[in-house]
């Protein structure tokens, strides 16, 4: 059974390299989290495609259960969960999100 | 809103003797750091790790958490 809210994301996840569903926009974060994992990969010079889950709440309540993953910001990178706003920036320190991102 | 010896807890009776750190990181009750250390950790990768720290502690986000910070470690 085809449901609209799930191809949504399954199209928003494979439609960039680096996929990002937040809180709020890169210019205006609704949460210092989502803030914080934005400014990550502004920093790393790395384009993101970003969704604010605030502005569509079908997202923010289906995702979870697709990505088995409970929190928000979520990080997709080459269409796979990587984690969210703490991963990423644990894998930043270690040099392992460059090298998934082959900037390292 | 959550004390944070009440998460404290929680998280010592999913990791049975290993060591559980937890800090209201803005005095509110609802924002944790969180830091366990745990050999159930071992060859998981983060997203693993950090799937089995938010499972022990599903009933209470959202409800009364707001938000954690979680860093695992394998002794």
New interface residues.
């Given amino acids: 059974m085809p449901d609209p809210v799930m191809d949504r994301i399954e199209k928003e996840i494979k439609s960039h390299r680096v996929v990002l569903f937040v809180k709020g926009t890169p210019a205006a974060p609704q949460c210092g989290?989502s803030a914080a994992t934005m400014d990550l990969f502004k920093k790393m010079k790395v384009d993101f495609h970003s969704v604010d889950i605030i502005a569509e709440p079908e997202i923010r309540a289906t995702l979870p259960q697709v990505s088995?993953?409970?929190?928000f910001p979520q990080i997709f990178i080459d269409g796979n969960?990587?984690?969210?706003?703490?991963?990423v920036h644990?894998?930043y320190e270690s040099g392992e999100l460059q090298k998934l991102l082959h900037i390292a | 809103m959550m004390r944070p010896e009440e998460v404290q807890r929680i998280l010592e009776n999913a990791f049975p003797g290993d060591w559980v750190s937890v800090e209201d990181m803005t005095g509110t009750g609802d924002h944790f750091e969180i830091v366990v250390t745990s050999s159930v950790f071992r060859g998981k990768s983060?997203?693993e790790q950090?799937?089995v720290v938010?499972a022990a502690l599903?009933g209470e986000?959202?409800s009364r958490i707001h938000?954690?910070?979680?860093?695992t470690r394998v002794p």
Avoid: N, S, Y
């Fill in positions: 989290f088995k993953w409970p929190t969960l990587v984690g969210g706003c703490d991963i644990e894998m | 983060l997203l950090h799937r938010q599903a986000m959202d938000a954690v910070k979680i860093k």
